[in-house]
């Protein structure tokens, strides 16, 4: 068993419609979970970080977690063709470490 | 000013060479380290650095030996490499270790091409 599991997509979105992005991580002792986006060729980047239960918004980003599914979700709202890109989902564990999920990658269609 | 710079962006060589990647961030943060993304974009740890010491080494063949300097640098030096070691690497750093932030801020990636 992976230690964090994404969907690898492609996940086909239409503009303006809303994408959500699912994540189960196998380690109960996880503390801190994160959302980076990679562009096609470039490096990931951190979009969002959730630390508790429940969601957190930041624009059109909406991070939710819940610890005892062992489950962390991003939404993105109105989706737009920037947000095309791979979705990786990276968990801080009892491990003391980063792991990352395979990515989800999200098409968005005009 | 880039923060995290790598050199060099590409190399291509031949099965049983040696090559060298190396790594230099300018935000002061203490830990470094070195994922290895394959072709399906699984993100893996290779190594990590804090302080130039070693504190996370993943089961990596000993033919990958890492290297810190000091604090800002951290290269890679690859020894008879393989086929298997196409891939690109990522040099990132973070501040105490990332646990409260999260935020790992990364290189441009190194693409290795192995023929």
């Known amino acids: 068993q992976k230690e964090v599991e994404q969907n690898s997509g492609p996940l086909s979105v239409p503009e303006g419609a809303i994408a959500s992005l699912n994540c189960t991580y196998s380690d109960r002792g996880s503390q801190s979970f994160f959302w980076y986006r990679q562009y096609s060729g470039k490096s990931p980047e951190l979009i969002m970080f959730i630390y508790s239960n429940g969601d957190k918004e930041d624009g059109r980003f909406t991070a939710q977690l819940n610890k005892a599914s062992q489950y962390v979700s991003l939404l993105i709202r109105d989706s737009q063709p920037s947000d095309s890109a791979t979705y990786l989902c990276?968990?801080?564990?009892?491990?003391?470490?980063?792991?990352f999920g395979a990515g989800t990658q999200v098409v968005v269609t005009p | 000013d880039t923060a995290v710079s790598q050199t060099p962006k590409y190399l291509v060589t031949q099965m049983g060479n040696d090559k060298s990647i190396k790594c230099e961030q300018n935000l002061g943060h203490d830990t470094m380290y070195w994922y290895k993304q394959d072709s399906k974009k699984f993100l893996k740890i290779m190594f990590s650095?804090?302080?130039?010491?070693?504190?996370i080494n993943e089961t990596v063949p000993n033919r990958f030996s890492p290297k810190s300097p000091d604090k800002a640098h951290l290269n890679l030096h690859i020894n008879s490499l393989e086929l298997g070691d196409s891939a690109v690497y990522f040099c990132a750093s973070s501040q105490d270790g990332g646990a409260n932030t999260g935020e790992l801020f990364f290189g441009e990636g190194s693409r290795l091409t192995v023929l």
């Open positions: 990276a968990v801080w564990g009892s491990w003391g470490k980063f792991q």
């Open positions: 650095y804090n302080n130039k010491e070693l504190i």
